[in-house]
């Protein structure tokens, strides 16, 4: 069990970015050595990393120094990726793994197969609570066992095994959702721009809070390997304030129906998602709606803000990438850096290249760069890019390409922060910025302060049982 201490450190670190300083606005400066005219590819030593890609981290050496340096602690707090997730779950799995010595290559479907009995017991109590009529226990039970499904499919079902964990995952963590005092439903969303060789249909997760009044909306996209069974932990804290939320996954990840190497099938899918949003959800506003891309996910926020505006309010790409994120001396250098597993191969195989790493390196940038294509030179919504200046998954010059147009002038309905001394994301005093920024777009009845801590209190998961 977790213990009160580790909950009150876990929130109090959370709940300490109320504090941070606030986004820099339209017209600050932007570093002259980002200038968009030198946007091909750099030199190590050009990226504001420089020397830190040569630096290889203790964690790719064996799971257990995954697990010592990097996952142990937001495993103890409930926090990603271990949403939902309770640490006295994890440890027994963790030692078995261990003691195996499994380290990179990783044999996957050796690794998942070590989640499953833990797995299967939680949902099998959850099953028996359930039948008892005790609900919240099963809730629980039911969405700690997602956890251990979560981290058996990590960072992506790349093999059988990861694929069952996959499909179980999302079985257990529907009825534990469905099982929350305001369920989170699993929906389809008719996608009628699809072409013969996509999927008709939009998976997602949706959470619409009771009220007399339209609601505004949050679609939250999500990431390489943040699916919508985990990120799906934001949406009980916004509805807290009458926010309906919408999750549902990027191009190449989790259930997503767009074909992973066509740069253009992002823009039909919101095409279908707009659509219906404007006639079958007639307790949402369709004006007041905001989408928020979460790391990979912000690189299609980002894409969003510029290719559907109109059907945007606003616009939050959080660690996202745009055009470095394809360089080839990048992708040559990131997989034993900040990502816990190998980084380039995931978004090879994410990008529908598969295990053709050479290929997605030689091509990605022609095929994906939303500079190149001239995306980032169209109108946009209102937009908020936030990183960390220290990331190792995107480079933060990313970040300066999003911000800066081709003449250096900061683009129009753009505002952005960069957190000083932190890696991707920005995280924790990102979510703090990004709060803030929702709270003032929307005007919220509630007070900044109290929207913040209300809504980041309550992302720790808490484990009673």
């Known amino acids: 069990m977790i213990s009160h201490c580790q909950i009150h450190q876990s929130c109090h670190h959370l709940l300490g970015i109320a504090n941070c300083q606030s986004y820099f606005t339209m017209g600050d400066s932007i570093p002259d050595t980002n200038d968009v005219s030198a946007a091909g590819d750099r030199d190590i030593e050009t990226y504001h990393i420089s020397s830190a890609l040569h630096a290889r981290a203790a964690h790719h050496e064996s799971f257990q120094q995954l697990w010592e340096t990097k996952w142990k602690g937001p495993c103890a707090m409930g926090v990603y990726p271990f949403m939902f997730g309770c640490i006295t779950?994890?440890?027994?799995?963790?030692?078995?793994?261990?003691?195996?010595?499994?380290?990179?290559?990783?044999?996957?479907d050796e690794y998942a197969s070590m989640f499953f009995p833990q797995a299967f017991k939680l949902a099998f109590t959850a099953r028996q609570a359930e039948?008892?009529?005790?609900?919240?226990?099963?809730?629980?039970?039911?969405?700690?066992?997602?956890?251990?499904?979560?981290?058996?499919?990590?960072?992506?079902?790349?093999?059988?095994?990861?694929?069952?964990?996959?499909?179980?995952?999302?079985?257990?963590?529907?009825?534990?959702?469905?099982?929350?005092?305001?369920?989170?439903?699993?929906?389809?969303?008719?996608?009628?721009n699809h072409l013969p060789s996509e999927p008709p249909l939009i998976l997602a997760s949706l959470l619409l809070p009771p009220s007399p009044h339209p609601l505004p909306l949050l679609i939250i996209l999500t990431g390489l390997d943040g699916y919508r069974t985990e990120l799906s932990a934001w949406q009980t804290p916004l509805s807290r304030f009458s926010i309906a939320t919408l999750v549902l996954e990027i191009p190449g990840t989790g259930d997503s129906p767009s074909l992973p190497s066509d740069p253009l099938s992002p823009d039909r899918l919101m095409s279908s998602l707009f659509s219906y949003i404007s006639t079958a959800l007639p307790t949402v506003n369709s004006s007041n709606v905001i989408i928020w891309g979460f790391s990979t996910g912000g690189y299609y926020s980002l894409r969003a803000a510029h290719t559907h505006p109109s059907h945007l309010l606003g616009s939050v790409s959080l660690g996202g990438g745009c055009h470095h994120m394809f360089d080839e001396t990048w992708l040559r250098n990131v997989n034993h850096l900040e990502y816990p597993f190998d980084l380039v191969h995931t978004l090879a195989h994410k990008f529908g290249y598969g295990d053709d790493l050479d290929q997605f390196i030689k091509e990605g940038k022609s095929k994906f760069s939303l500079l190149d294509s001239g995306i980032l030179d169209q109108e946009s919504c209102k937009t908020l890019v936030v990183n960390g200046d220290l990331d190792e998954i995107f480079p933060v010059e990313d970040l300066y390409l999003a911000v800066k147009d081709r003449n250096g002038n900061v683009r129009k309905n753009t505002e952005f922060k960069v957190v000083e001394g932190r890696k991707h994301m920005g995280e924790p005093e990102s979510f703090g910025v990004i709060l803030e920024w929702i709270h003032k777009l929307w005007g919220l009845e509630a007070g900044v302060d109290e929207f913040k801590k209300g809504v980041l209190e309550g992302l720790p998961f808490k484990p009673k049982y």
């Open 89 to 108: 779950d994890f440890q027994p799995v963790v030692d078995a793994i261990i003691a195996k010595g499994l380290k990179e290559p990783y044999d996957w």
């Open 131 to 192: 039948q008892n009529g005790e609900e919240e226990k099963a809730c629980e039970l039911y969405l700690r066992s997602s956890a251990l499904y979560r981290i058996a499919r990590f960072p992506a079902p790349r093999s059988p095994k990861q694929h069952e964990a996959w499909n179980l995952g999302k079985q257990v963590f529907y009825k534990g959702a469905s099982l929350l005092p305001i369920p989170i439903l699993p929906i389809s969303i008719p996608h009628p």
